[in-house]
């Protein structure tokens, strides 16, 4: 019985942290709803402030995902050169 207690303890004070998001998905999120809104550019600079801060968590997935992101903006946006040179860095930044 003790044991069952502590255990449910912990999983009710570990739950919060599940749910924060970290600077990096806020960005994340906003760049999503600018570009769901039309506003391409600003969204850009968003995913990019993203990619940063996945940088310092060391998330590297997501860190991925946001230049995928950005790189699809700029093949859209017919700047394939700015695209491949944005991968070329991430590929040389993700160990």
Do not use: N, R
């Given at each position: 019985m003790r044991r069952s207690l502590f255990t449910l303890a912990i999983a009710l004070l570990s739950l919060p942290s599940y749910s924060q998001k970290s600077k990096g998905d806020v960005y994340y999120q906003q760049a999503k709803d600018l570009l769901d809104g039309g506003d391409s550019k600003k969204a850009v600079k968003i995913f990019l402030n993203a990619r940063e801060e996945y940088l310092k968590e060391n998330n590297y997935y997501r860190y991925f995902?946001?230049?995928q992101s950005v790189s699809i903006i700029f093949q859209d946006a017919s700047e394939g050169k700015?695209?491949?040179k944005l991968i070329l860095e991430t590929n040389s930044?993700?160990?």
């Open positions: 995902v946001a230049t700015a695209a491949e930044v993700i160990p």
